[in-house]
């Protein structure tokens, strides 16, 4: 029998359960008095230990039913719930994930004895070697397996969705977008025939597939925030810094590719926040500050788009620190003054630029913030920085919603068309740019001619239509040659070949089968 699905299956369900564990024990672990979420932890390792046995999988098993005896001790009272034994506990769950970990590569897991022996020091058993279960459970384990769901959860009408399966029902759907577009602009010219209604149906019905497939690939960024509790938990005890984190707007949902790609920028910035942002207990109180540090974690809906906010109460990021560095580095010349806000990001995400003289085990070595810009760029979002000294640091993580389909302002630069997406987008009117300078209702901005960007020679006078850009709450001015109006155009992602200009952010297909780049504006300004 293949038990390729099976194992799928089993390694999904069994992930979620781990999730579930951290969890209950972070909550046991503020409150050890408190028992109630021992019944829960013990149907999650229950079911892991169940669906393991039934494939054969004995190391995860054995590691399983340990686990099951230290919490069976606290819960018959056996065995108090003290800081070594919760410690142990979030082991086993550490080590249940490694051991799912091996079955996702393929490969067989590896029997922990130290930590199954460990697990049973701490709970007293009698007449059994370590981690060994009886052979009736074994056996009925094997033959029946368990139910995957824990008994906590309410059950719903769901389906699991391979995501290949879905990334093809978005292309597909995106070559009907494209079909489409060609089809309302034929439609357009022949105005008062059949045609013309025909495409409008075809309209309506591809917007509400194009909704639904694309609904479809929708996750709450619970799945990605459900990591911090238990990473911050790790890094306090790992610094000897007090960490609490604040979670918000874990409902709010992104399109799964964007969600996965945002895992490990987060990642970074959480880790950051700890390491160099929140100070240690004594010099926090020095400062007037409770000995526990705050790390916030927010998404909230942006106008076009979602934000992701991570922000700590530490002790900002010190300008003077960063522009010395950036001397000794020689990014700044001695006589340049402190950097703003804009020019400090562009600085920190020099690869492998740090104001740390020795690094630890948390960071230190330069790669954080450069691999966060460059991996939420390739998202086709932004980065916004934030710091006030002795009051903490702020990163913006801005995203899109979806990387399949957008809408976007077409506009024309000679012979060239560009597509500019709606997310960044204030408003559009013609102005007088002849002198490559846009003052918009007394307030000038920052500009940038599209006609020089992309090398055309030569200038096109008169009045122009400029669109205005919203970058991190500042305002800039992109001039253009045209403004053709809207669509949703489907984006295609290029790979970075090397010359291939900051600015660029992917390429789409036109209604008349023509090719046109889309703009990133934030890599002109």
Known sequence: MDLTRYTALFLSDSRDHLQRCNELLLAWERAPADHAPVAELFRALHSIKGSSAALGLEPIAELAHSAEQVLAAVRDGSLPATRE????????????????????RGEP?????????????????????AGEMPIGERRRLERDGEPASGGSRPAGRQVRVDLDRLDRLVH?????????????????????????????????????????????????VAEVFDRFPRMVRDLGR???????????????????SVLDGLADPLTHVVRNAADHGIEPPAERLEAGKPREGLIRLRAERARVGVTVLVADDGRGIDRGAVRQRAIERGLLAPDVPLPDLASLLRLLANPGFTTRREA???????????????RIRALGGRVELKTVPGRG?????????????????????????YAIPFGVLAEASLH????????????????????????LSGESGGRRPIVVVELG???????????????????????????????????????DGAPALILDPAALF
């Open 85 to 104: 034994v919760l410690d142990g506990l979030f082991r086993a769950v550490d080590g249940l994930g490694n051991g799912l970990e091996a079955v996702a």
């Open 432 to 455: 007088d740019a002849a002198r490559g300078e846009v003052t918009l209702r007394g307030e000038p901005l920052p500009t940038a001619d599209l006609r020089q960007v992309v090398g």
């Open 393 to 417: 640091s702020v990163f913006l993580l801005h995203v899109p919603v979806t990387r399949a389909i957008v809408r976007a302002l077409l506009v024309a630069v000679g012979s060239e068309r």
């Open 172 to 220: 597909d759907v995106g070559e009907l977008v494209v079909a489409r577009n060609r089809l309302a602009a034929i439609a357009d010219r022949d105005i008062g025939s059949e045609l013309g209604l025909v495409s409008s149906r075809i309209s309506g019905l591809v917007a509400g597939l194009q909704s639904g497939v694309l609904g479809a690939r929708m996750a709450p």
């Open 109 to 129: 897991p590896v029997p922990d004895r130290a930590l199954v022996e460990m697990l049973l020091a701490l709970a007293p058993q009698a007449g059994r070697r």
């Open 473 to 511: 709450g500042q305002r800039a001015a992109l001039v253009v040659d045209a403004l053709l109006g809207q669509q949703d155009v489907v984006v295609e992602r290029l790979a970075p070949p090397a010359g291939l200009p900051a600015w660029v952010g992917g390429a789409t297909i036109l209604p």
């Open 238 to 256: 790992e610094l000897g810094k007090e960490l609490r984190l604040e979670v918000q707007g874990d409902d709010i949902e992104l399109d799964r």
């Open 360 to 374: 630890t085990g948390v960071s230190g070595r330069g790669v954080g913030v450069d691999a966060v810009l460059t």
